[in-house]
C-alpha cells in the first residue's frame, strides 16, 4: 500500500484549511442575524472531508446529512454560491430554498445533503445502482454520522449494497454525539459500528482523526480497496465537533462532553498535526500566502453580500414540480 | 377484449421498449404471479438489471428509486398493498416530493409509485388502506387513479414520463375488469373524462367508484334520471374547470368517494373548492358517499354495511334528483369483485 | 405569568406524578435542551426508567411505546420535528390507530405523541411541516392542538389519560406565549373554546392561528368588527356542533389553517361538513387562509410572502365583512415568534 | 445442558400434532368458501411453535407474525375462538375483526400477531419493557420470519433490546421463502442470519428442523440461556413450509423452490421424526386415541359453524376507540 504522497497531503491540508477559515467566518458573521437557517458546522472535523475530497476522483458523486459544509466544500462545491445559500439568496447553490441542510453543487458531482438522519443514504445506494448500470466511472460516498446507524434504513441500505455489489463507499464521522446525547445512551457499549457492518459482509475500517496521517493513508487504503476489489467499503472514523450541534457557539459550558475528551481533541487538531508534519517534510511549506488570500477571497464575498443584500425575486411555485 | 391487468402489462412494456434507462422493481415483479400478471414478460424481455425483485425494505427501496430518477433512471416501483408504503413516507415526503424544490430545480425525481388498494375477501384493517388524501396534501407529488384499461394504459405511461414522483393507485378490484380494445389516445395527468352527459346531476367518480356507478347507469337513466358523470382520473392535480363546467349546468352533486374514509377526504376537499366558489350555485347541499370514519373490518358479515352498496348510491340519487329509481335487489357477495374470486389478495 | 413550554412541563409532571405506571422517552428529554425545557426536572424526580432518552430509530421507538402501552404503561413519546415521525407511519397507523379495533377491543394503546411543527428561521422544507390533517384522516386516532398555556396543560393531561392513541402537536411558536396563571380547568378531548363573540362573523383558529387571531383582536374589533372566535383546540373529533351553533348566528366564516398546505386540510374538512349541513346558510361563500400547495423554502426572504401575514388575515376580514379596518403596519420579523429568538430550532 | 424429557417431547409432540390437525382441516374446509379472508398456514413449521409453547412458560408472551397460527395455538390460544375468527364470526378471538391475521389471546399471553411484515417486532420489544419495568417473570418471544432480517425496523429494535438488556427472545423462522422469493434475491448469498444478529451482541443460535430432537433441544437451551443469563438472545430455524404462501392449496406445480428441497424436507417431517423418536424410547407409545379424538373436537366446531353461521351483530363503531 503506497502512502499518500506529500503533493497530495499539501492538497489535503489546503483543502481542510479552505473549510475551517470558511466555517469559522461563518461562525463569526452568524450572529449578525443575516444567515437565518440552522447552520451545523464541521470545525474540528474538516480532515475527513478534506481528505475524501483530495484522495478521491472528480466522477465519484458525494452525499451527504446534515452536517455537509465540510464535504460540498471538500467536492470543489461553489464557494460564493454556498455563502449565498446561507444567506437565503437566489444566486445560492440550491436558490435559497435550502439552505445550510441541503447543498447541491452537480458540476462537482455534489449530488446533495439533507437533513432527515439517515434520509440520504439510499438515495446514495440508488445513485451508485445507477452508476452500476450505466457502467459509469466511479463510486458513490455517502457521509454519515453515528446516529445514522440506529436507523433502521441504515441496514436495509447496506443489504442492498451488498446483494447488488455496489459501488459505494460509507464514511461515518464518529464524534460520539447526537445533539447532546453520547453514544452510551444510544447503542450498546463497547459496539464498535465498523465492526458490525463487516459482518454484513462488507469490508469495514476505522481510523482515527487524532492520528491524522495514519488516518489520511487508511482513507486512501479503502479507496484503493474499493477501486481493486469492485466492492463496497465502510470506514468509521472517530472524530470531534468544536462547537454547538447546531449553531455557532461553543456550548461546552453545558457540561455534555467530558472535558478530557475536550482537551484530548483540542490538542489533537487534526489540521494542526497535518501542517506540523508537512512542516517537518519540507522545511519550506508555507501556508500564510494561501491562507491569507483565501481570507481575503471569503470576506470579499460577505461584504459584497452585505453591501446589497436585496435578493432577487422568484417565484417559488416554478419549483414544485417539473415542466414536461 | 382488453383486462386493466393487462394494459398496465402494455403500457409497462412500452414504457420500458421505449425508453431504455427506465427501472421497474418491487415485490412479486418477477414471481410466479407476476405482480397480478401486470408485470408478465417483462423479465425476459428487458432482463433483471432493468425488472427486479427486491428485499422487503420498502423505506430504503424507494430512497434507491430516487437515486435512481435523480440520476436519468426514471423508474417504476410497486407494492402489491398502499398499506406497505407507510414504512416509506420520509423518503417520499420528505425527499421525493421536495428533491426539485428544496435545491432550487436542481433535480427532478420521475419515479412512478403504483400502489394497490385491498377490498373484501377479509383484507381487513391492513390490506385495505386508500390514503389518496394523503399523497394529494403534500406539495410535489401527483396522485393518479385510473379506473378503466384505456385510462389506465395512457395514464400510466404518462405517468413514466413525467419528471415528477406520480403515485399511480390501482384498485385491485379493477385488475379484471375489461373493455372492447384499448384507445391509446393521450390523456394529461390533470385531465378527467366525462363519461355520460346530463342535466340532473353531476356525479364525480375515479377508480373503483367510477365502475360502480357505470354499472348502474342503465337503471338510472331508465328512471329518467341522466347525469354528467366525471371520472377524475387523476386527484391531484384536479380538474377543477371541468367539475365547476358540470356543476353550473346541473346545480347538483354527488361525490362517490367510496374508497376512502371521510375525514380530510379528496371529497371534502371537492366540496371545500367548489363551496368557496362564488360562481357555483347548488339547488341541494352537496352530498358525498365514503366509508365510515372506521378501518376495514376483515368479517364478511361486518364488511357487508361496511362498504357503500348500490342500494346506497340508488337512495343517494334519489334523494338529489327528487325522482324514483326502481330499487333493484343485488345478490352479488360484497366481498368480491367477480363470482370467480376467491382471494387471497 | 407562565409560559406554554411551563405549562406542558407542569402537564407531564403532574401526570407523572399521579400515574407511576407512566412513561416518557423521547430524543432530547434528558439533554440540556430539556426538550425546549418541557421536560425540565422531571429525569431528576422520576428516574431513568420513566424518562429516558431513545436511539434515533423513530419508527422502533413508536413500535416499543405501543408496547408498552398495550401492557398498562402508558406512554408520551415526543419528537422535535413532526417532519421525522414519518419514519414512523407504520406503527401509527397500522398499529396504534387500529390495535384496539382489530382484535376487538381487547386492547387499547393509551400513547401521547408529542410534535412540534417548526416555523421561521430558515426551518426550510424538512423541519416545518404540520401534517394534522392525515392524523385526522386515521380512524382510531385523536388529534389535539392547544394553543394556550392554559388549554395546553388540560389536554395534554387529558391526552395522557386517554385510553387511545393522541397526537399531541405543538407549534414551536408558542412554546414563549404566556398567560398570567395557569387555569386547570378540565377540557374535554372533542371541545372546542369560543375566545370571543360576535355577530359579523365565526372565526375558526387552531394551535398558532388562535394567537394570529388574538393579536389583531383590538384593532378588529376597533372598526366595529366582532365576531365569535372558535378555538378548535383538538381536531379530532372536531367540535361541530359548537360551530354549527355559531354559523347558524353569523352566516359569516374565515378558516385560520395557516399551518396547513391547503389541500386536503383541516379547513376544507370544515368547508365540506357545513355545506354539506342543509341548515347552515352563509352570506358569503365560506373562506380560509392557508399556506400555498408549496413546501417550505428556507430563505428569510421567500418565506415573507409564504406565510399568512396579518395583513392577509385583515383583507380577508374586510372582505367578508364589508367593512374597514385601518390597516397595520407590520414591522414584526415574519420568521421569528419574538424578537429574543435566534433559532436555529 | 439437560436434554429435554421424554413427558416434555411427548408434550411437544401432541402439540404440533393439533396445530398439523387444525392446519389440514382448514386447508380442506377453506375451499368451502366460508375462511373469507388471507390465511398463512403453517404445515410442515409446527414443531417450532408447539416446542416453544412447551419449553416457555405461562407468564412469558408470544407476539408474532402473518403465519400465527401454529404460535396461537401453541401457547394454548382458545381453539373454538380460533376458527370462528377465520369464519369472521363475533364469537371469534378478534370478533371476527381481524381474522387469521390478527389473532389475540390474553388469556394465554398470546399478545397479538399483525400482517405488515417486522411490524409486530417493536411491539414486543416494548412488551419486553414493560416487563422488565414491572419486575414480572417471564420473557417476551417474538417470531419473525426470513424476511423480517430485510425491514429496517428489526435492527432498530435489536440495538434496543441490546442497550436495555430486555427479556426478549426472538425465533426466526427461516423457511428460505417470502412469498414465491428465495432468500438468495433479498439476502446476500451465504448469509447466516444467526450470526448477524450475534454481531450486534446478542446471543445467537442455529438449529435445522430436520434434526428435530436436536433442534429441541437448542430451543431449550435457549430458553435456559435466557433465563439464567437474563439476557436476550436469538434463535434461527431452518425448516420449510408445504403449502403455498397463502390460501389452502400445494402450488409447488409453479417451480418456484427446488425439487431436492421440497422432497428432503417432506421425506423429514419433522412431526413423523418426532414420533418415530417417541415410539422407539417407549413402544407402547401411541398416539392414536389423542389423535381421534383431537380431530372430532375440531370436526365439530366446524360443524356447528356450518349449522349456524348467523353472527350476532355488532357495532362496528363501538371498536375504534375505548371509552375513557
Ligand atoms: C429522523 C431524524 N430524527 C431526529 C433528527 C434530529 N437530529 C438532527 S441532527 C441529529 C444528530 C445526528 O447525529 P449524528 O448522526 O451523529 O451527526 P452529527 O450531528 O454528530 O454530525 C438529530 C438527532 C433528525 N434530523 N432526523
Ligand atoms: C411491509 C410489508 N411488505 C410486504 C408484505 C407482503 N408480504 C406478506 S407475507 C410476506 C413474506 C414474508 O416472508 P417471511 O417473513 O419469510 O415469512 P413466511 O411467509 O415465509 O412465513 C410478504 C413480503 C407485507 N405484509 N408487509
Ligand atoms: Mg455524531
Ligand atoms: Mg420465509
Redesign the interface.
Known amino acids: 500500500m503506497k502512502k499518500v504522497s506529500f503533493s497530495k497531503l499539501k492538497k489535503i491540508y489546503e483543502n481542510s484549511l479552505k473549510i475551517r477559515i470558511l466555517e469559522e467566518t461563518i461562525s463569526r458573521e452568524y450572529k449578525k442575524n443575516k444567515m437565518r437557517c440552522p447552520t451545523h458546522l464541521s470545525i474540528g472535523q474538516e480532515i475527513v472531508a478534506a481528505s475524501v475530497g483530495i484522495l478521491s476522483k472528480k466522477e465519484d458523486y458525494f452525499i451527504s446529512y446534515h452536517r455537509s459544509h465540510a464535504h460540498y466544500l471538500s467536492k470543489g462545491g461553489d464557494i460564493i454560491k454556498f455563502i449565498h445559500e446561507l444567506h437565503g439568496l437566489s444566486t445560492g447553490c440550491s436558490k435559497g430554498i435550502g439552505g445550510s441542510m441541503h447543498l447541491i453543487d452537480l458540476k462537482k458531482n455534489f449530488y446533495g445533503s439533507t437533513a432527515v438522519v439517515s434520509s440520504s443514504i439510499p438515495i446514495g445506494v440508488g445513485l451508485a445502482l445507477s452508476k452500476q448500470l450505466s457502467k459509469e466511472a466511479g463510486v458513490v460516498f455517502i457521509f454519515i454520522g453515528d446516529a445514522s446507524i440506529e436507523e433502521g434504513v441504515f441496514f436495509e441500505a447496506l443489504n442492498f449494497v451488498i446483494l447488488k455489489n455496489l459501488p459505494v463507499i460509507f464514511v461515518c464521522e464518529n464524534n460520539s454525539f447526537s445533539v447532546y446525547t453520547h453514544l452510551s445512551k444510544r447503542q450498546p457499549r463497547g459496539r464498535k459500528i465498523y465492526k458490525l457492518v463487516e459482518s454484513f459482509g462488507i469490508k469495514s475500517f476505522f481510523a482515527n482523526q487524532s492520528e491524522t496521517i495514519k488516518m489520511i493513508n487508511t482513507i486512501n487504503k479503502v479507496i484503493s480497496f474499493s477501486k481493486f476489489s469492485k466492492k463496497p467499503a465502510f470506514i468509521e472514523i472517530k472524530n470531534f465537533r468544536y462547537l454547538e450541534h447546531c449553531g455557532p457557539n461553543y456550548d461546552d459550558n453545558l457540561n455534555y462532553r467530558n472535558n478530557r475528551e475536550i482537551s484530548f481533541w483540542t490538542k489533537n487538531d487534526a489540521v494542526f498535526i497535518l501542517e506540523k508534519y508537512l512542516v517537518k517534510l519540507d522545511k519550506t511549506f508555507n501556508h500564510k500566502e494561501f491562507k491569507d488570500s483565501f481570507i481575503k477571497f471569503v470576506n470579499r464575498i460577505f461584504r459584497k453580500i452585505y453591501m446589497n443584500n436585496k435578493p432577487n425575486k422568484i417565484n417559488l411555485k416554478n419549483f414544485v414540480y417539473k415542466k414536461a | 377484449m382488453i383486462k386493466f391487468k393487462d394494459s398496465i402489462n402494455l403500457a409497462l412494456d412500452h414504457s420500458l421498449r421505449s425508453n431504455n434507462r427506465l ?1 421497474c422493481f418491487g ?2 415483479v ?4 407476476r405482480f397480478f400478471e401486470t408485470t408478465k414478460k417483462l423479465l425476459e424481455k428487458y432482463g433483471e ?1 432493468r425488472v427486479f ?21 426514471p423508474c417504476v416501483m410497486m407494492h402489491q398493498r398502499l ?2 408504503f ?2 416509506a ?3 417520499l ?3 421525493a ?12 425525481v420521475p419515479i412512478t409509485i403504483r400502489l394497490i388498494i385491498g377490498k373484501g ?7 385495505s ?1 386508500s ?1 389518496q ?2 399523497f ?5 407529488l ?1 396522485v393518479v387513479m385510473p379506473s378503466l384499461p384505456s385510462n389506465a394504459y395512457s395514464l400510466l405511461i404518462q405517468s413514466i ?4 414522483p406520480v403515485i399511480f393507485i390501482e384498485h385491485r378490484w379493477l385488475h379484471e375488469i375489461s373493455e372492447k380494445k384499448i384507445n391509446k389516445k393521450k390523456i394529461k395527468i390533470g385531465d378527467c373524462q366525462l363519461l355520460s352527459k346530463g342535466k340532473d346531476l353531476t356525479v364525480i367518480t375515479y377508480s373503483l367508484s367510477t365502475i360502480e356507478i357505470m354499472n348502474l347507469k342503465k337503471i338510472i337513466n331508465k328512471s329518467g334520471i341522466n347525469f354528467d358523470h366525471i371520472d377524475l382520473l387523476s386527484i ?1 392535480p384536479i380538474d377543477y374547470k371541468s367539475i365547476k363546467k358540470s356543476l353550473l349546468k346541473t346545480k347538483n352533486l354527488l361525490i362517490l368517494d367510496s374508497i376512502s ?1 371521510p ?7 371537492i ?3 367548489i ?4 360562481d357555483i350555485k347548488l339547488k341541494n ?4 358517499l365514503t366509508l ?4 376495514t ?6 364488511t357487508k354495511n ?1 362498504y357503500i352498496s348500490k342500494k346506497d348510491i340508488i337512495r343517494e340519487i334519489m334523494r338529489l334528483t327528487n325522482k324514483q329509481i326502481k330499487i333493484i335487489i343485488d345478490r352479488d357477495l360484497h ?1 368480491v369483485p367477480n363470482p370467480k374470486f ?4
Not at chain 2, 418477477?30 to 404471479?33: E, I, K, L, V, W
Not at chain 2, 414520463?161 to 415528477?164: A, E, G, I, L, Q
Not at chain 2, 376467491?342 to 389478495?345: A, D, E, L, V
Open positions: 427501472i415485490l412479486g418477477n414471481d410466479p404471479s438489471n425483485e427486491t428485499p422487503t425494505s420498502e423505506n430504503a427501496m424507494t430512497g434507491i428509486g430516487i437515486g435512481l430518477a435523480i440520476n436519468n433512471y398499506d406497505f407507510l414504512l413516507m420520509d423518503q415526503v420528505n425527499n416530493a421536495k428533491w426539485h424544490f428544496m435545491y432550487g430545480g436542481k433535480k427532478s375477501w377479509g383484507q381487513g384493517p391492513t390490506h388502506q390514503l388524501s394523503w394529494a396534501h403534500i406539495p410535489g401527483k414520463k413525467d419528471p415528477n391531484k374514509n375525514i380530510c377526504s379528496v371529497g371534502s376537499e366540496i371545500s373548492l363551496s368557496r366558489d362564488k347541499t352537496p352530498s358525498m365510515p370514519d372506521i378501518s373490518p376483515t368479517s364478511f358479515y361486518y361496511y366481498d376467491k382471494g387471497p389478495f
